[in-house]
Every structure is written in structure tokens, then in C-alpha cells.
Nanobody, 126 residues
Framework: HVQLVESGGGSVQAGGSLRLSCVAS?????????MGWFREAPGKEREGLAA???????TIADPVKGRFTISRDNGANTLYLQMSNLKPEDTANYVC????????????????????WGQGTQVTVS
């Protein structure tokens, strides 16, 4: 089955930047997947952040619009989330997810129904 492994998280000061990566393995059809990122923090609802469709169309959630961008490298089976001007309220576990047509769906962002996801990478902003 497809595996999604995130990396790039860490601790950063407010105003700083991080780039998260997500590598998809056990798949030859990564380019066909609608992909996205969501985050989870204790005491908060799961929050969809960004999605990118197979044609490259992107959707960015309002809370992070202008600060986060999503991109993909289909040749490397990799999804990215570039985060800038980070704030303490961005502290969360950031999870990479794919629309594989599976249920249950974690979040819906844009046209992506993200129902398959990785373990996440922790981002802490102080």
C-alpha cells in the first residue's frame, strides 16, 4: 500500500520559516493523486491547510493564506509545504495526506478528499 512519510518539522522562532516534505512510496501513480496537508494540535480541531490537485491547482486555507504554499515534485513522489512568518499558533503536528478515494476522510480541502495520511511531523513555534 502507499506510504506517506513526512519530514522537515522542528522548533523555530516566531517569524521563521520551515519547509515540510512528504515522500510517497509504494506507488507509481503519485502524479494522479490530489494531495494535501492538515494539522492537529491538542485541544484544537483538525485543520485542513492546503491541497494541490493533479493539474497543479492549489487551495490554501484562509488562516495560512499568504504564509504557506504547497507544491509537488511528481518525479520525486514528493509533496512540500513551505511555511513562512510562522506564529506560535501554528504549533501542531503537520500531516501529509492523499485522496485515494478511501474513507473515512480526514479533511476536505479544495477538491481533495484527504482520506489517507502519514504520521506527521511536529512543528513548534515559540
Amino acid at each position: 500500500h502507499v506510504q506517506l512519510v513526512e519530514s522537515g518539522g522542528g522548533s523555530v522562532q516566531a517569524g521563521g520559516s520551515l519547509r515540510l516534505s512528504c515522500v510517497a512510496s509504494n506507488t507509481y501513480t503519485f502524479e494522479n493523486y490530489c494531495m494535501g496537508w492538515f494539522r492537529e494540535a491538542p485541544g484544537k480541531e483538525r485543520e485542513g491547510l492546503a491541497a494541490i490537485e493533479r493539474d497543479g491547482t492549489t487551495t490554501i486555507a484562509d488562516p495560512v493564506k499568504g504564509r504557506f504554499t504547497i507544491s509537488r515534485d511528481n518525479g520525486a513522489n514528493t509533496l512540500y509545504l513551505q511555511m513562512s512568518n510562522l506564529k506560535p499558533e501554528d504549533t501542531a503536528n503537520y500531516v501529509c495526506a492523499a485522496d485515494l478515494g478511501e474513507a473515512p476522510v480526514a479533511v476536505v480541502t479544495g477538491n481533495c478528499h484527504l482520506g489517507f495520511w502519514g504520521q506527521g511531523t511536529q512543528v513548534t513555534v515559540s
